[in-house]
């Protein structure tokens, strides 16, 4: 039996995250929802680290979600949020 390695988890970057205050996607902010996203899901061992996070608002995540925004595209935003140093 193959042993499977242990998901990253990290409660302060995904807080981090979350409190950027817009979705990264379509640019709302305000008072809308907003969740955090793992690119690669945590069922599938997505780790809590900087490039598998994405603040999106409801809309997005939904989106995503039903595979109306590819993964591609959420990972190329999450790479240009590691470049602007946020």
């Known amino acids: ?5 242990p998901r990253i988890k990290n409660k302060k970057l995904v807080d981090s995250i979350r409190s950027i205050g817009y ?7 305000g008072s ?3 969740h ?3 690119i690669k899901s945590r069922a599938t061992f997505g ?3 900087s490039d ?7 809309e997005c995540h939904t989106k995503a ?3 109306e ?3 591609d595209v959420l990972r190329r935003i999450a790479k240009r949020r590691k470049w602007d140093g946020r």
Not at 1 to 5: D, E, F, L, S, Y
Not at 23 to 29: D, R, T
Not at 52 to 58: E, G, S, T
């Open 47 to 49: 780790d809590d680290v």
């Open 1 to 5: 039996m193959i042993a499977k390695h």
């Open 23 to 29: 979705c990264e996607k379509c640019g709302m902010g």
């Open 69 to 71: 925004i590819s993964r």
């Open 52 to 58: 598998n996070l994405i603040c999106l608002c409801w």
């Open 32 to 34: 809308i929802a907003l």
């Open 65 to 67: 979600h039903g595979g």
């Open 36 to 38: 955090v996203h793992h």
